[in-house]
C-alpha cells in the first residue's frame, strides 16, 4: 500500500480519484461527497507534504506519480477517473501522460502542462525557493495571511462563511516542512513540460475553470488546441477554485462528463470490418 494517507467513500460508478491543491488535503472536497459519490466510488489523497502524508526527502514529481500508482494497486484498481484542482491538475495530467492505461477519464481544473522554456523554469524555481525559505522562517500562519490575500484567490474571500473556515483550516493545519517540501519538488519550475505529450494523451478531457481567471482560461484554450479529446467548461463569475466557487456548478459538469456514454468501436463500419464479422 502507498505511503500516501487517503480516504475511501462508497458510491456508485466508477472509481474516481481526487487530487486537491497546493495547501489542501483530501477534505478538500469534502462538500462535494453526495453528489460525487451518486455517480462514483471515490479515493481522495493527502499529496506529500499535505494532510498526513510525509514529506519524504527524495520526493520528486515522478515518485508522485509512483506513489499514486502504488496506491491505486494497493486498492485493487487497475483504472480510474482522475480529477486535480491547481496542483492536482498538474499531477493528474502527469498520469495521464505517464500511465495513461490507468486514467479513464480526465479532469482538469485550473491545471498547467508546465513550462516550456528552461528561463521560465528558472526563475519560477528561484521564486517558489524564496517561498519556501519565508514559510520556514515565518511559519504557516504568517504565509496562510500573505497566500490569502494573492489576487488569484480575490473570489475566494467571498465564499460562505463554513466554507471559507475550511479552507483556512486546512491551509492553516499545512506543516513548514510540508509546505516548503512541496514548493521545492512538486512546483510548477520542476514540473516536467508536458505540452508536447499533449496530443499523444488518450483519455476524455474536461478543462474546467473560472472566467474570472483570465490567465487559466486562456491557458485551458492552447491546451484544448492541444488535447485529441477534449470539452472545456467555463463556470461564470468563478475565478481560480470553481469547485469551492460554485460547487453546485462543478459537480454537475463533472459528473455529466463522467457519466456520459462512450462508443469503443467506429461508428460507422468499414467493408472490411463488416467482411471480417462476417
Known sequence: MSWLAHERWTGHGPPLLLLHGFTGNRSAFAHLRDGLTAH?????????????????????????LRALGELLDGLGLAEVDVAGYSL???????????????????????????????????????????????????GVAQFVEAWEALPVFADLRTLPAERKAAVRARRLAGSPEGLAGSLRRLGLGVQPSYWSALPAVRAPTLLLTGARDAKFTALARRMAGELPLVWGHVVAGAGHAPHLEAPEEWTREVTAFLSAPWIDRPLVESEETRSMAT
Open 88 to 138: 492536482g491538475a498538474r499531477l493528474a495530467l502527469g498520469l495521464a501522460v505517464e500511465a495513461g492505461h490507468r486514467v479513464r477519464r480526465l479532469v482538469l481544473e485550473s491545471g498547467s502542462p508546465g513550462l516550456r522554456r528552461r528561463r521560465g523554469r528558472l526563475v519560477r524555481r528561484q521564486a517558489d525557493e524564496a517561498l519556501a525559505a519565508r514559510i520556514e522562517a515565518d
Open 40 to 64: 462514483a466510488e471515490v479515493v481522495t489523497v493527502d499529496l506529500p507534504g499535505h494532510g498526513e502524508s510525509p514529506f519524504p526527502e527524495d520526493t520528486t514529481f515522478s515518485s508522485t
